[in-house]
């Protein structure tokens, strides 16, 4: 335990839940056995956008003295972290999903990470997600290069861990390497250093659900901090769980965020090259689950480009 936990506690859980109550009870449970193997004091903080369905009761179960914000409608994934953010008072914050778990040894070892490296903004753990494969759930910013990288699996052809915006929109699992450096990592589960968030303001509140952790780990980097995913620290997450399953809206979202900083050209050709590399794994695609993830987002980024070839840059827009 640090000296600074005698007055605040070394890590605060900030979870944002939505009609979760079966799953926040492990969620939960996962980091306080982390927690106890780190030997660190845990605060929970549970942002709650649909109270009165159970959730928070369930949260309750596990952690009686979690502190609990209720919201009176769905005010969103970035907004919701930021009224976290607000009454979260740990050296670390902690982002984790409802339906994401950690295994007992990870919050030690990103703990131990983030504080040998003091630029570190911060630290993700190695995520295990249904249909992913070998994918890592955080990369490079959203560009031309980085979706060949990714979607055309050009990444794959990189030696080591070389190649800037080619190393792709989520890097390439690479047995042997060591901790490695993004431009992103999923908010699903992510080790904050508070610092850091809080002199960027924070998530960007305009961002619903989805790319909400691109504009974060662009603004953290941009600023000079840095990004971390950690292969020897596990967890895992149920892609999608807590958004009702099969979706293209991250790539509606995606869509939409990089508008704001690239050309009518060249955002087409991202949604293009992005469309016709989930169709080439659609058509590869042996689980019927991950074929149908495949075919809807491949579906929403070739419509999407040919809209924006078609429209000078008018996209469709995220619902609020």
């Not at 070394?10 to 030997?39: H, K, M, N, P, W």
């Not at 695609?285 to 070839?309: D, F, I, Y």
Request: charged share 20%; proline share 4%; with cysteine.
């Amino acid at each position: 335990m640090t000296q600074s936990s005698a007055l605040r506690p070394d890590v605060s859980l900030i979870t944002v839940i939505y009609g979760e109550a079966e799953l926040i009870g492990g969620c939960v449970a996962s980091v306080q056995a982390a927690a106890r193997y780190a030997g660190c004091e845990l605060e929970v903080v549970l942002i709650d956008n649909k109270p009165g369905d159970g959730t928070a009761e369930a949260a309750r179960k596990v952690a009686p003295d979690a502190t609990v914000i209720e919201n009176a409608e769905n005010i969103g994934f970035a907004r919701a972290c930021n009224r976290g953010f607000e009454v979260a008072t740990g050296e670390w914050w902690l982002l984790l999903n409802p339906d994401a778990t950690l295994d007992e040894r990870a919050l030690a070892r990103m703990l131990e990470f983030a504080r040998g490296q003091g630029k570190a903004a911060a630290v993700a753990p190695n995520l295990a997600m249904p249909g992913r494969g070998k994918t890592v759930a955080g990369g490079m910013l959203p560009g031309v290069r980085s979706a060949l990288g990714h979607f055309w699996l050009w990444n794959r052809l990189l030696l080591g861990d070389r190649g800037g915006p080619w190393r792709g929109f989520n890097l390439h699992r690479r047995d042997g390497l060591g901790p490695r450096r993004g431009e992103w990592f999923t908010g699903g589960a992510l080790l904050l250093r508070p610092k850091a968030v809080q002199s960027i303001g924070g998530f960007d509140p305009s961002f619903f659900l989805y790319a909400d952790d691109v504009d974060l780990g662009a603004r953290l980097t941009g600023n000079g901090w840095e990004l971390w995913w950690l292969p020897d620290a596990h967890g895992a997450h149920s892609v999608a769980a807590t958004s009702g399953g099969v979706t293209d809206r991250w790539y509606v979202a995606l869509h939409d965020y990089h508008a704001r900083s690239t050309g009518r050209v060249a955002l087409a050709v991202f949604d293009l090259v992005v469309g016709t590399g989930l169709v080439v794994r659609a058509i590869a695609a042996r689980n019927p689950e991950h074929r149908q993830a495949m075919t809807v987002s491949a579906k929403a980024a070739l419509g999407l480009g040919l809209r924006t070839a078609a429209s000078g840059g008018r996209g469709l827009r995220q619902p609020r």
